[in-house]
């Protein structure tokens, strides 16, 4: 499937965004998915992912902040952020890639992989 991400914007520290990750098909089957991200001049990295049990795991940055969900009946991701913080200023991908996953899980990093155009988000202080 082709994932879209969208729902960033610009945000004061202290606010809330909800990121979307729309599939082009079904996502019932989909065993892992994940959120990442990537600041300019910075390696991508993984932020949170789920599988299609509900199993959730969030980068130690996010933990306590950040939630991901997915709803297969409309074959979408969710990506809910409070308390965000200038730091995660940056631009926001969703991916479904196991390989991709399977690394990223391991190390905590996406260095390949094909990616879509990803939504930006930015925290002004």
């Known amino acids: 499937v082709q994932l879209q991400a969208s729902g960033g914007g610009l945000v004061q520290a202290g606010g809330s965004l909800r990121l979307s990750c729309a599939a082009s098909g079904s996502i019932v089957s989909v065993n892992i998915m994940g959120w990442f991200r990537q600041a300019p001049g910075k390696q991508r990295d993984m932020v949170a992912t789920?599988?299609?049990?509900?199993?959730?795991n969030y980068a130690d940055s996010v933990k306590g902040r950040f939630s991901i969900s997915r709803d297969n009946t409309k074959n979408t991701m969710y990506l809910r952020m409070n308390s965000l913080k200038p730091e995660d200023t940056a631009v926001y991908y969703c991916n479904a890639d196991p390989r991709v996953l399977a690394i990223a899980t391991l190390t905590g990093r996406a260095d390949f992989g094909s990616w879509g155009q990803g939504t930006q988000v930015t925290v002004s202080s």
């Open positions: 789920i599988t299609s049990s509900g199993d959730t």
